[in-house]
């Protein structure tokens, strides 16, 4: 990692460092403690930018530079965001923290095992370590907001886009990936009623054997259910809000009252369900729950996959266009009103909700197909699993393919337009820090100020 970190990103960074799990344990190696600088009213101890280092060397990560120098700067700025934010009367959203808390405090208990080993592993209890990890994520909800603030209304207009494109090296810009746009039809198996009722009366049983003390649900959650997610954890899911549930489940999860009650079956889109109340908070919940699924025939699967056979056949002979298929026979809810086509949710892909991707964005099933078609091309059936993890049938056309190459202003004029914001982005940012600099009170050890910093102007008396 280069020693100019983006300055978008170093403060999350540093935020996250400053409680992560590696660094707390790291943390406790025995420091002499020294203020090392001083920010405003604001102090870096020495044992803090050991902490951070530390927490660097755990994840793998290398700076160009001297990281003693590196990182109090890094911690420095973060302070000149959080002072002025107090200025300005930024203050972090309090529902939003605590959600977050939640969330993180949930995934460390998960990934240590049990509250008892989160506080041995820590040396607190558990009041104390949610404490300091609010403490923590309030001030990475203050410091977006703050950078926000100062360059949420930076706008690109085409002109400095087609400017930046003219004067740029080409050879720096991003090599994007070979990418495709897909279109999209399945039709779902039928399941027959004897398969569901099956699978009802062995929730039924599931329930039975809950209520009469013969197994406990987690227990059964770990054998049983068909959720790979929750069913190492005894099915339970973790607090959620109403709006990340299907409206049935969330109705039978919020309407429970006893946590020694199993509820009702409950259909949704990926099976039926049992469940029983853990604990319920504000407004959120924690439910532990068991999901099957039924079975599909193999005489189902192979009509179901005729039936989309005959449909891949019209298109091909042009007595039926893709766009109608989708809109009139495909059973897919999120591609279906738009003619098929597919949409990027990866959000972790630069192309996230546009209808381009590269090849490991896409279902590893459409993947193979696409890969064997030319442009305009339909494949053969194929059977793979929804979003819910429920088998479909499923034919694709391979709309446009666009070979890898340097990005240009044509084919990838949203990529060049982020570089272009985010180089002004960090511009105002820059600018911001170096005249903050200026009306800062700031001391610094001697041993330090010999540093080659990003902003010298730390050392201007």
């Known amino acids: 990692m280069s020693k100019r970190i983006t300055i978008l990103s170093v403060v999350l960074a540093l935020l996250w460092g400053a409680s992560g799990i590696e660094s707390r344990a790291q943390s406790r190696a025995n420091v002499i403690d020294e203020v090392a600088w001083v920010v405003g009213d604001e102090t870096i101890l020495l044992s803090d930018i050991e902490r951070q280092r530390l927490y660097y060397e ?85 410091v977006m907001q703050m950078q926000q603030k100062l360059i949420g209304d930076i706008e690109v207009t085409p002109s400095e886009v087609n400017r930046f494109y003219d004067t740029v090296n080409r050879d720096s810009l991003p090599f994007m990936p070979l990418t495709v746009e897909v279109q999209i ?87 039926y369900h049992i469940m029983q109340l853990i604990e319920k908070r504000d407004d959120q919940v924690n439910v532990r729950h068991i999901l099957l699924r039924p079975q ?47 949409v990027n949710n990866n959000r972790q892909s630069r192309y996230f909700g546009t209808s381009r991707f590269a090849m490991e964005d896409l279902p590893q099933e459409v993947s193979a197909q696409v890969a064997g078609l030319e442009e305009g091309q339909v494949s053969n059936p194929f059977s793979m699993l929804d979003k819910n993890n429920n088998t479909v049938v499923a034919i694709v056309k391979l709309k446009k393919r666009v070979a890898g190459h340097r990005a240009n202003v044509v084919d990838d004029y949203q990529v060049i337009k982020e570089i272009v914001l985010q180089r002004k982005q960090d511009q105002t940012l820059h600018e911001w820090i170096s005249e903050k600099q200026k009306k800062t009170y700031v001391r610094i050890s001697p041993e330090y100020r010999q540093c080659e910093f990003q902003y010298p102007g730390w050392l201007e008396e």
């Not at 990934?111 to 104390?128: C, H, I, L, P, T």
């Not at 049983?224 to 809000?241: C, H, I, K, P, Q």
Request: glycine content about 6%; charged content about 30%.
């Open 296 to 342: 599909i025939d193999s005489d189902e699967l192979k009509a179901t996959t005729e039936r989309v056979d005959s449909i891949a056949h019209l298109i091909r002979s042009d007595s039926l266009s893709f766009d109608i298929a989708a809109r009139y026979y495909s059973f897919d809810e999120d591609t279906r009103l738009g003619n098929g086509q597919m």
């Open 58 to 142: 755990s994840l793998g990560q290398r700076m160009e530079g001297n990281a003693r120098c590196i990182i109090p700067e890094q911690m420095a700025i973060q302070k000149l965001f959080l002072n002025q934010a107090e200025i300005d009367s930024v203050y972090a959203n309090e529902q939003m923290v605590a959600q977050a808390v939640n969330q993180w405090m949930e995934a460390v208990t998960n990934e240590v095992g049990s509250r008892e080993k989160v506080e041995e592993y820590f040396g607190r209890n558990f009041a104390q370590i949610r404490a300091e990890r609010r403490k923590v994520v309030s001030e990475e909800y203050v």
């Open 185 to 271: 039809l399945t039709q779902d198996p039928k399941v027959p009623m004897g398969e569901v009722d099956r699978v009802k009366q062995q929730l039924i049983e599931y329930t039975r054997q809950i209520e009469s003390g013969e197994r406990t649900f987690e227990t059964i959650a770990r054998i049983y259910s068909e959720d790979s997610n929750t069913a190492l954890r005894g099915g339970e899911m973790g607090f959620v809000s109403r709006a990340e549930l299907e409206p049935e489940f969330a109705n039978v999860a919020f309407g429970l009252r006893d946590t020694n009650k199993v509820s009702r079956i409950v259909k949704s889109a990926k099976g």
